[in-house]
């Protein structure tokens, strides 16, 4: 008896979500079968060719890696550091075909066929990029944790001309956080090399 009962349910039920599935405008199985199509790629893997401090690289890398995990993770290159990995901070700042950017919010994908410089490729060999020199020279660090970001966005800060004043230099250098609070050094090592 209880298993009539349960089956007339079951047909009931199946028969109801038939006849929502048949009424389900084309339009919006359209949508669902564009997203899965989207969806599977992501997961792939990309071959990227790129050049990072003047090496040529032919690397396969999932589509969602970021730059900073490429460098960190696959190419050992681990100056440019990860501290929030969500754009605050700024440690993670490289120069992507000259122009500085956050390479934790930047994907890899993205900078193919690009020349991307980290801090390891600043300086001629043995000879500190003159912005390094200048760090060093007016104390623009304490733990160091964030001076790979700071000397690369300092580099770009120069090379964007915005050093016309302290106000100007905080204010371009105000996406670098440094909990030391090197702040007054780092303004300083700026100055020294817009001079
Ligand atoms: S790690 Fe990229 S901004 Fe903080
Ligand atoms: S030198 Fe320590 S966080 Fe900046």
Known sequence: ME????????FLSASAMVATLAFIPAGVKAFYENVKKLVV???EKLPLT????????SLSVDTRTTLLDLVREQLDLTGSKKGCDHGQCG???VHVDGQRVLSCLTLAAT????EVTTIEGLANGDQLHPMQQAFIECDGFQCGYCTPGQIMSAVGCVNEGHTR???EIKEFMSGNLCRCGAYNGIVQSIQKVTQ
Do not use: D, E, M
């Open 3 to 10: 298993k009539q009962k349960y089956s007339r349910r079951f």
């Open 165 to 167: 004043s302290v106000g």
């Open 91 to 93: 440690a993670c700042t």
């Open 111 to 114: 900078v193919q066929g690009k």
């Open 41 to 43: 790629p992501l997961k």
């Open 50 to 57: 790129l050049s990072i401090n003047k090496t040529k690289h």
